[in-house]
């Protein structure tokens, strides 16, 4: 805090100051008429920054960003949030570590700010406003999760591609997920399943036998429900007699139609997914 109603302020004046979590500094900034017109102008400039180019000056809840470098992987940005709160809704037990693999020519860049959009990600889902991109880092460490990164320039598949795994005390997931174009961010990997799913908004995942007739009765049973089908995606194994089916949807689906389609023949087990939206 830096303005006082009295100041040079006292600890009579501000009984804040006796409290050892509050940091108090001089109101220096402003003090004077060409000062508080510069302060303007710069908050005016960073504001447009933000709202025209998406770079981030300044903050204090989001960590700044240069235009070169958001250039270069403002959609990774992107895709790590997304994984994050994917890799948190389909995890079973308490998280335990993280590890970070950035391949192709994303491992020139720095990453470090898709690996905090990453664990905002991650902590949103249970923490929801709680959790930023300031504090994901310190969220996690006071949790005890180990955080690795690590980068290679060998891609086999994709240009660039970020994989993810986590494990908790019940087990671990791996995604993996690129950027196509300059701006669409994809889900390719689902840990031994491919496949090229959009990670965002409302979705439904299905484990499902790899028999005829699942896709649709599946879209029978949304549809009589109300909920319609904006995109879908099968995602298959070498050697396997069982697919996933990843679905986007206008409208998340309810409890009770998500209920009934457990119940039809050939699904395993489904799960409704909430992931971040972000304006392309």
């Known amino acids: 805090l830096d303005v006082f109603e009295k100041e040079p302020t006292t600890l009579e004046g501000t009984p804040l100051l006796s ?10 900034g402003a003090s004077t008429t060409e000062a508080q017109e510069n302060v303007a102008s710069a908050i005016a400039e ?15 809840n989001v960590p700044s960003v240069s235009d070169e470098v958001l250039a270069k992987i403002g959609p990774y940005i992107t895709l790590g949030e997304m994984l994050g709160s994917l890799h948190m809704q389909i995890a079973r037990g308490s998280v335990e570590e993280v590890n970070l693999e950035f391949s192709g020519e994303l491992a020139d860049q720095d990453t470090g700010p898709v690996t ?36 290679t320039q060998q891609s086999s598949d994709f240009t660039n591609l970020v994989r993810i795994t986590v494990k908790t005390n019940e087990g671990s997931n791996m995604l993996a997920g690129t950027v196509f174009g300059k701006q669409e ?42 909920v319609n089908i904006s995109r879908m995606t099968v ?6 007699e069982q697919n996933i ?33 972000h304006a392309a």
């Open 19 to 28: 409290l050892d979590n509050f940091i108090c500094t001089p109101h220096l």
């Open 46 to 60: 960073q504001m447009a920054d933000y709202l025209l180019k998406g770079a981030v000056r300044n903050a204090v």
């Open 116 to 151: 905090v959009a990453f664990l905002k990600g991650l902590f949103t889902p249970i923490l929801q406003d709680a959790v930023n991109f300031v504090n994901a880092p310190l969220i996690a460490k006071e949790r005890g999760i180990k955080v690795v990164e690590a980068k």
């Open 185 to 226: 961010p994809r889900l390719v990997r689902l840990n031994s399943f491919c496949l090229e799913a959009l990670p965002a908004g409302p979705m439904l995942l299905v484990y499902n036998k790899n028999v005829p007739g699942v896709i649709g009765a599946l879209g029978t049973t949304l549809g009589e429900g109300g």
């Open 235 to 240: 995602g298959r194994q070498q050697v396997s």
């Open 245 to 277: 089916i990843l679905l986007n949807t206008d409208t998340q689906v309810p409890p009770e139609l998500l209920s009934q389609v457990t119940q039809l023949d050939h699904i395993d087990s489904a799960m409704a997914l909430q992931l971040p939206v």
